[in-house]
Nanobody, 123 residues
Framework: VQLQASGGGLVQAGGSLRLSCAAS????????MGWFRQAPGKEREFVAV????????NYADSVKGRFTISRDNAKNTVNLQMNSLKPEDTAVYYC?????????????????WGRGTLVTVSS
């Protein structure tokens, strides 16, 4: 499975961006999909995860209420709608496919990673 994230860019604080992740084949529809981010000098951290059928989601406390993860298995895509962006949301955002179902929040639970897309939020 290959993953390609897109939609990053420069936005002012309070603005919105929508990230998309396209998978190369339909195998990913059986697995949870997650978004992670990595700011300069920091470790990669969990942002959001969605179950294989889209019925369950989980978010990091720092983004809860502002970000929404969704997926369309017919189109092999996962999206991250980011609203009310803050400067501290600045990071490279990665989509990833989990090894199995469930709602994993650790990087070790994911075995396929996209190349990342940069989100910069100016104050």
């Amino acid at each position: 499975v290959q993953l390609q994230a897109s939609g990053g860019g420069l936005v002012q604080a309070g603005g919105s961006l929508r990230l998309s992740c396209a998978a190369s084949n339909r195998m990913f529809s059986n697995n949870a999909m997650g978004w992670f981010r990595q700011a300069p000098g920091k470790e990669r951290e969990f942002v959001a995860v969605i179950s294989w059928n889209g019925g369950y989601t989980n978010y990091a406390d720092s983004v809860k209420g502002r970000f929404t993860i969704s997926r369309d298995n017919a189109k092999n895509t996962v999206n991250l709608q980011m609203n009310s962006l803050k400067p501290e949301d600045t990071a490279v955002y990665y989509c990833a496919a989990a090894r199995s179902s469930g709602l994993p929040t650790t990087t070790r639970a994911y075995n396929y990673w996209g190349r990342g897309t940069l989100v910069t939020v100016s104050s």
